[in-house]
């Protein structure tokens, strides 16, 4: 299942505890995430001495792309702008990052900074991300996701690499080993998007 469980002590005794599944995997309407979640919890409860839920399990979205980003007097940044990470549902990073550009474009001229925020944050984050959609259609068919994982995390190199394309710390352009894969994956992904989109799984 493409997605992870999570699980963060709060430092009081009690511990914030979820699951999380992409909306591309087959079958993913059918899926029953308070079944998820309770078969994660018995996973970890004997070792974390887990008790029992003290508030009901919520649900939320992790939007991954939007329709219109900027307009005159206005622009969306973080969730609001689908600047999620597609390929670890990370959005923090990216929110803080293009609040900080938002601000910056405004204080520099009001009149400019919709469009001038739109090419920065295109310039920063498109690739990525589409590169990240494209993924998380891949890790949506099982077929893929089980002989990609192994490629992607068999080796401690490969393992390193992977951890920094999913961590938006190399592009295309990073010189050396990084670099050629992020380039090779990108034109795979391209030239397989089509295909991905039609094979899409289905509910
Ligand atoms: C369960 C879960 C786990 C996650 N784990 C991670 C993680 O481990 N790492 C990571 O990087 N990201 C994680 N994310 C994603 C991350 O939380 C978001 O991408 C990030 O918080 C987006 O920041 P934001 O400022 O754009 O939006 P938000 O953090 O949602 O902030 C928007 C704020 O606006 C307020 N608001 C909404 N409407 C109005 C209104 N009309 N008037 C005034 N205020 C309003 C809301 O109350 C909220 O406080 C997780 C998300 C979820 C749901």
Known sequence: MPGYGWMFPAGDGTVNIGVGAL????????????????QYASLVRESWTLGEYIEKP??????????KRSGPGWVAIGDSAGFVNPMNGEGID???????????????????APQ????????????????????????GHPWLLKPGLRIAVGTQSAADITLAVMGNLIDSSTPGVAGKV?????NVLRVADPV????????
């Open 58 to 67: 919520r649900a939320w979205r992790l939007p991954m792309s939007c329709m």
């Open 182 to 186: 992020m380039r090779l994956a990108d």
């Open 116 to 139: 001038e925020y739109d090419r920065q944050v295109g310039e920063r984050f498109d690739d990525f991300l589409r590169t990240g959609r494209r993924f998380s259609l891949i890790i």
């Open 94 to 112: 990216y929110a803080l990052e293009s609040g900080m550009l938002a601000v910056n474009c405004f204080l520099d001229n009001p009149e400019t």
């Open 196 to 203: 991905l989109r039609r094979t899409r799984a289905k509910a």
């Open 23 to 38: 909306s591309t995997m087959k079958g993913f309407k059918k899926l029953n995430l308070n079944t998820l979640l309770d």
